[in-house]
């Protein structure tokens, strides 16, 4: 990752959370693991729910959100492009909406800045007809627009018709996360970073929580784990089915942002769940490019290609992985030379906004995403929730999870039931 962007998203989240006691108490309501975006959205909304409950979440790393929540596009995507009916499709649009409500509550910057999908050949026509259906579908805005009506809006774009999305916009989720950070204190919960969860288990009607620094008893726990949440949920039990392969997606900045407006985005391959390559412009006013789609060797390799071998043998003694390389055999040659080669990446950006060249790209940061991968091979598309009794785990979130954060928080307290089950609690020690 970009040592200076690095530091500034650290800068923002290290702000947000005050005080974090040493101890984690023996028992409290609500026990919330990950602060990523949606352990943070999850112990706002239990609190919104229950004011006065008692609530939880323990971080494993030293700072929020240092994973997914604080590598990625930046973008509130509006809905588009997923399954009617779908989880994704439900939770994407409530979550947009409901994550602008909460920005402007909060003092976060947003900016609806809409979104070009651009057909650049007549074969992506159809699917671009698709896409439109599917948007209608979910009840999002959409306006189909021929190759003069594209670059009024984005001049230097190329294509012969796009889908044009005016409530997709772009938020800072870093922002977002030192936000939700700061509100879940404000309302009394607490956030306690550097304390790994080793397991979570139904015991007495409630919830245990074996952790770094003990054990907690709670009425019920909510795992959001991101990257670990296969482990974390084999470890309590669970199936090993689905598991997470972590997918490497680096990016470019753009030398010459100037070229691009909003965001451009091609049509995406209907055989992969990413949405390709694409020019987003970035709350700062930067834009980047990207990002590639390739399975990691670390699910935390945020520089060059780290190899983690616990995370590497996850993968490969995975019997999805194969079938999911068998699968992905016409497109895996494409991605590796983007991942590889900065001149066929700025060839596939220059698709989207003719002119670009390697020249005009400078590396960036990369995301590592949390794909659940079937034992049959499946990139496993939708959200998926599971867990038993008094426990919420959250076993795939891929995007646009951020976007839905809010939405998806609410689904988990909805499955949890009551936060608090009326037994006392004591409140952690501040
Ligand atoms: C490259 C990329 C681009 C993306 N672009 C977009 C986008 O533009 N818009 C969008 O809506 N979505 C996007 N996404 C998806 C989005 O970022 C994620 O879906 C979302 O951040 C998931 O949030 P999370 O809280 O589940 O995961 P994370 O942010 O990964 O948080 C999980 C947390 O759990 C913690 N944890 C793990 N194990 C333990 C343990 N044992 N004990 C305690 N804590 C633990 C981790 O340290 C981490 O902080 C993108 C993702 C990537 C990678």
Known sequence: MNRASGTAILGSVTSAVSSRPESVPSSCDLIVVGAGIIGLAVAREALVREPGASVVVLECEHQIASHQSSHNSGVIHAGIYYEPGSLKAKLCVEGAAALYRLCDELGVATDAIGKLIVATNAAELPRLDRLHERAVANGVRVEKLNGAQLREIEPRASGIAALHSPDTGIVDYAAVCAALAGDVEARGGTVIT?????????????????????????????????????????????????????????YFTLRRPELVRGLIYPVPDPALPFLGVHLTRRIGGDVIVGPTALPATARSGYRGWRINPRDLFATLSWPGSYRMAWRWRRQAPRELAWAFSSSAYAREASRLVSGLGA?????????????????????????????????????????????????????????????ADGEPRQRPAS
């Open 194 to 250: 550097g304390c790994a969860v080793e397991r979570v288990e139904n015991a007495d009607g409630g919830a245990r929580v074996i952790h770094a620094r003990g054990v907690t008893d709670c009425s019920g726990a909510i795992v959001c784990a991101g990257l670990q949440s296969d482990r974390l949920a084999q470890a309590s039990g669970a199936t090993a089915d689905p598991r997470i392969i972590p997918f490497r997606g680096a």
């Open 359 to 419: 020249d005009d790209l400078d590396p960036s940061f990369a995301g590592i995403r949390a794909q659940a991968v079937g034992r049959d091979g499946a990139l496993i598309d939708d959200f998926v929730f599971a867990g038993e009794g008094r426990i919420v785990q959250l076993r795939n979130a891929p995007s646009p999870a951020a976007t839905a954060s809010l939405a998806i928080a609410a689904h988990c307290c909805d499955r949890l039931g009551p936060i």
